[in-house]
């Protein structure tokens, strides 16, 4: 497998900002876990949440639900930020619509959703990654299961639909070709 690649992450200082007024924050990290990600978020107060999303995912396909339960171990309201990585182009979109509903009951108003998604139209292999957060602007994807599928290319608009009960705070296109996504979900949007 190929080694790991850096690449900026630009909305985590925004998260931070609009973030630091909470007395206990809580953050799902939906990615592979990894501890240096728990210190980082631990030292800036945030209570966090890991779920190995999308190995979990990927090891049911052979037999999944016919409406899958996701996350139904939290309560509503639960998070004030989340971590989706890009877990979305490994899913079916169908899961993925699912997922996303999810997520926005589980968010608490006012919250913040961070996703990736790859630019690449080509197929290609994709790997189930490990986000390492270096600093607050830095990260480094590191390879740790191959999928044996090619990635749901999504274009921008079809983002825009998948997260349409949301609102795009920040979007970046990275030199790598990573497109990163701050989503907010309005406090006045009731659950």
């Not at 931070?16 to 206990?24: A, C, K, P």
């Not at 919250?111 to 998604?117: D, E, K, N, T, V």
Request: hydrophobic share 35%; glycine share 4%.
């Amino acid at each position: 497998s190929e080694p790991g690649t850096k690449s900026p992450l630009r909305t985590l200082d925004f998260f931070f900002e609009n973030t630091s007024h909470l007395e206990h924050p809580t953050l799902l990290d939906m990615g592979s876990a990894c501890n240096s990600n728990i210190r980082f978020f631990g030292l800036k107060g945030f209570k966090i949440y890991v779920e190995d999303f999308l190995s979990d995912y990927l090891n049911s396909v052979e037999d999944p639900p016919s409406e899958p339960g996701f996350l139904q171990n939290y309560s509503l309201s639960s998070f004030d930020g989340i971590l989706c990585w890009d877990i979305f182009e490994a899913m079916k979109p169908e899961d993925a619509r699912i997922l996303i509903q999810r997520l926005f009951v589980l968010l608490k108003g006012g919250g913040y959703i961070i996703a990736l998604f790859d630019a690449r139209e080509k197929p290609h292999t994709k790997y189930v990654m490990r986000h390492k957060i270096i600093d607050q602007e830095m990260v480094i994807h590191e390879p740790v299961q191959e999928i044996p599928f090619t990635s749901c290319h999504y274009k921008n608009r079809e983002i825009m639909q998948l997260f349409c009960q949301f609102e795009v705070v920040k979007s970046y296109y990275h030199k790598n070709r990573l497109r990163e996504y701050l989503f907010q979900k309005l406090s006045s949007t009731i659950s």
